[in-house]
């Protein structure tokens, strides 16, 4: 689990925030679950599996649009099905990606 941040030219730090469709209450906008920054794309990915398989879970794609990172692309399965995230049902596509 990792928390991301974003730092303003004057040096003010405020969370980031990852807003995504079916986001639980109490967690941080912020929290991501195995992420990455990808700084020539300014993209982070996140990957949080539900067990080892990787049979279940959430993977989501955000791109940095000068302001703030806005959600590309996500498939979830809540429920461990025996199948891999290219399985999973998409949540959200977006029309940039």
Partial sequence: MSLWFLRSPS??????????P????GESPGELVDARFESDA????SFAEGRA???????????????????????????????G???WPVLYRSRRR
């Avoid at 040096?11 to 995504?20: L, N």
């Avoid at 079916?22 to 209450?25: L, N, Q, S, V």
């Avoid at 990787?54 to 996500?74: I, K, M, P, S």
């Fill in 11 to 20: 040096g003010a730090r405020q969370e980031a925030d990852f807003s995504r």
């Fill in 42 to 45: 300014g993209m982070i990915e």
């Fill in 53 to 83: 398989l990787g049979d279940c879970g959430e993977h989501g794609a955000w791109a940095w649009d000068g302001e703030r990172f806005v959600l590309l692309g996500l498939r979830a399965l809540p429920e461990c099905r025996g199948v």
């Fill in 85 to 87: 995230p290219d399985a």
């Fill in 22 to 25: 079916g986001r639980h209450g």
